[in-house]
Nanobody, 126 residues
Framework: QARVTESGGGLVQEGGSLRLSCTASEMGNDDIGMGWFRQAPGRGREGVACVPWIGSKSYVANSVKDRFTISRGKAKNTLYLQMNDLKPEDTAMYYC???????????????????WGQGTQVTVDS
């Protein structure tokens, strides 16, 4: 059964760093563009960054592109989000998503997501 699992969240001081990890399992050989979203309390879910299945490009939301980096592992079904210089406004539940469309004009948001992870909490303390 296809599933998405993420990890790596936690509590960090302002200015600190965290690295989130994600694995998409049992996806077969279909296009599995992957990405990260986040949702802060009282706010909607927003795209953070994504990578297409084919090629080496990645797209990060303008709001975080100077601080966040997305990358794939050696296995294409693994995904990472390196977050540096974290701010209290980065506090949110972070979700990994798979089997979607990652486009240059999407501002880092994976479209038509097929599978979601359960989320990992990131809390930045000022």
């Amino acid at each position: 059964q296809a599933r998405v699992t993420e990890s790596g969240g936690g509590l960090v001081q302002e200015g600190g760093s965290l690295r989130l990890s994600c694995t998409a399992s049992e996806m077969g050989n279909d296009d599995i563009g992957m990405g990260w979203f986040r949702q802060a309390p009282g706010r909607g879910r927003e795209g953070v960054a994504c990578v297409p299945w084919i090629g080496s490009k990645s797209y990060v939301a303008n709001s975080v592109k100077d601080r966040f980096t997305i990358s794939r592992g050696k296995a294409k079904n693994t995904l990472y989000l390196q977050m540096n210089d974290l701010k209290p406004e980065d506090t949110a539940m972070y979700y990994c998503a798979a089997r979607g469309s990652c486009r240059e004009d999407g501002d880092g948001a994976l479209a038509f997501v097929g599978y979601w992870g359960q989320g990992t909490q990131v809390t930045v303390d000022s």
